[in-house]
């Protein structure tokens, strides 16, 4: 009888993914089409706009608790890894609980399934992964428009708010102090070429402050963009894909499934990179 269970219940997940993956193509077009993405980041506006700013911020803690946890496990400390990694930091907005929502209600109609009522805290916590994973592309999007505009208007590589706020205060301090100049401002350039003026702290701070909320802004609607490109590209798809194999494993009981999407981590290269061209900076 047990077997005859079990095979029931294989056949039963079997059948529900498969049923989850031939709604996928019509979910992402419906909702990361260019339509889609529009009725989607209207969930932004409101309150939403306060929290990006305050994500952004935690980023640094967020990264430091996820390095923790590995370090943690490295060493045997299989509990205190799992608690570090369970700690959850940032603050939920009402867009990416809006995706979390449609993923449940509309690709997996979660109170439909006949699945195990215990894994439903496992799909909840792979769901958030995938809403993560999709927020570090846009994240990502905006750290390229960073990028540009370090190259432009400072002429260096600016991959993040961190590195482009200091230097833009910097240049600015320049600015000022070169208009300014009390014999004109070709003078002023070439006075400042050779006694270099630097920007004040408070104008290091500020500005910095400024723009990793414009990056935050940026990373919230970059969605608009990056959602169609990528369901354009089939991304979308796969990553849904992924996610409903992921789910099925551990439907049936595979304590190990994993989601693994490699998008957050591409987007903490950019932190990588960041830290190393500080670092080469400090050094000359």
Do not use: K
């Not at 509309?106 to 109170?111: I, K, N, S, V």
């Not at 590195?163 to 014999?183: D, H, I, K, T, Y």
Request: hydrophobic content about 55%.
């Amino acid at each position: 009888m047990g077997s005859a269970a079990d095979a029931r219940t294989r056949a039963a997940v079997a059948r529900y993914a498969e049923e989850c993956r031939a709604r996928i193509p019509a979910f992402a077009a419906r909702h990361f089409g260019l339509a889609g993405s529009l009725r989607l980041h209207r969930e932004a506006l409101g309150l939403d706009l306060l929290r990006a700013p305050l994500n952004v911020l935690l980023v640094g803690p967020a990264l430091f608790v996820r390095l923790a946890a590995m370090l943690a496990r490295r060493v045997g400390l299989d509990r205190t890894g799992a608690w570090l990694e369970s700690r959850e930091l940032f603050l939920e907005t009402r867009l990416s609980r809006r995706i979390a929502d449609l993923v449940l209600d509309e690709l997996l109609r979660l109170d439909a399934t006949p699945l195990p009522g215990g894994w439903r805290d496992r799909v909840r916590h792979l769901i958030a992964e995938y809403v993560a994973a999709r927020h570090a592309v846009a994240e990502f999007g905006a750290a390229i428009v960073l990028l540009v505009l370090g190259l432009v208007l400072l002429q260096s590589l600016t991959p993040s708010a961190i590195s482009l706020g200091p230097m833009l205060a910097q240049e600015l301090a320049r600015r000022e102090a070169v208009e300014g100049f009390w014999l004109g401002a070709a003078a002023g350039s070439l006075w400042y070429g050779w006694f270099p003026t630097s920007a004040t702290w408070a104008e290091l701070v500020t500005t910095t402050l400024a723009v990793m909320i414009g990056f935050a802004l940026l990373a919230t609607f970059t969605g608009l963009v990056m959602d169609p490109l990528q369901q354009a590209l089939g991304l979308h798809r796969r990553r849904l894909e992924r996610l409903i194999d992921t789910l099925e494993r551990a439907a049936l009981g595979q304590a190990d499934a994993s989601l693994a999407l490699p998008d957050p981590y591409v987007a903490r290269l950019t932190d990588l990179v960041d830290v190393a061209l500080i670092a080469l900076r400090v050094t000359r």
